[in-house]
T-cell receptor, first 114, second 113 residues
Framework: NAGVTQTPKFRVLKTGQSMTLLCAQD?????MYWYRQDPGMGLRLIHY???????AKGEVPDGYNVSRLKKQNFLLGLESAAPSQTSVYFC?????????????FGPGTRLLVL | AQSVTQLGSHVSVSEGALVLLRCNYS??????LFWYVQYPNQGLQLLLK??????LVKGINGFEAEFKKSETSFHLTKPSAHMSDAAEYFC???????????FGGGTRLMVKP
């Protein structure tokens, strides 16, 4: 039981390049989330999904797109990377709505945009 | 809108000393409150959470937190710090209607031998 896994662990991009971050969970969770973590700002929600085929915007969605084609996978895309997107990205999942449920986090992807 | 304030981005204690990490929140509805811990180069993991019932919540590794509605606080404590407690700690709040957690800025705990 791997929990939540993220690919890749680290990536360097040039401004304007695109990339996709992959999140996978094997806990049969309905809800999945993408956060970014920046120093002193905690984690901020980018997008989330309440089930296969559904996505919704979080607090900081601009510049990102997501897809949830399979229940176990949640992809985060950057179409044209900018230096402001340099951050550590975390994926999380939960069995049901965030209100009282524990979220389980992946190990993170460190992204550097030059 | 919800918000979380963690006083002190860095806290340093000696091994064996009391750990106190402060968290204050604002929420227009009764909140659910969480403390997560992040060890170096890892993702976050749940320490403890308050949903309903007893206001003193016990978590893993000897940590506990008390929900004080009148003070809108959810401070995290541990009677005796261990070197292994060195990590970053995040307080978070959600309401009972939404799908989002709002995190505080985090407090990095350093434990001196």
């Amino acid at each position: 039981n791997a929990g939540v896994t993220q690919t890749p662990k680290f990536r360097v991009l040039k401004t304007g390049q695109s990339m996709t971050l992959l999140c996978a969970q094997d806990m049969n969770h309905e809800y999945m989330y993408w956060y970014r973590q920046d120093p002193g700002m905690g984690l901020r929600l980018i997008h989330y999904s309440v089930g296969e085929g559904t996505t919704a915007k979080g607090e900081v969605p601009d510049g990102y797109n997501v897809s949830r084609l399979k229940k176990q996978n949640f992809l985060l895309g950057l179409e044209s990377a900018a230096p402001s997107q340099t951050s550590v990205y975390f994926c999380a999942s939960s069995y049901s709505a965030a209100s009282a449920e524990t979220q389980y986090f992946g190990p993170g992807t460190r992204l550097l945009v030059l | 809108a919800q918000s979380v304030t963690q006083l002190g981005s860095h806290v340093s204690v000696s091994e064996g000393a009391l750990v106190l990490l402060r968290c204050n929140y604002s929420s227009s509805v009764p909140p659910y409150l969480f403390w997560y811990v992040q060890y170096p180069n890892q993702g976050l993991q749940l320490l403890l959470k308050y949903t309903t019932g007893a206001t003193l919540v016990k978590g893993i590794n000897g940590f506990e937190a008390e929900f004080k509605k009148s003070e809108t606080s959810f401070h995290l404590t541990k009677p005796s710090a261990h070197m292994s407690d060195a990590a970053e700690y995040f307080c978070a709040v959600s309401d009972n209607a939404g799908n989002m957690l709002t995190f505080g800025g985090g407090t990095r705990l350093m434990v001196k031998p």
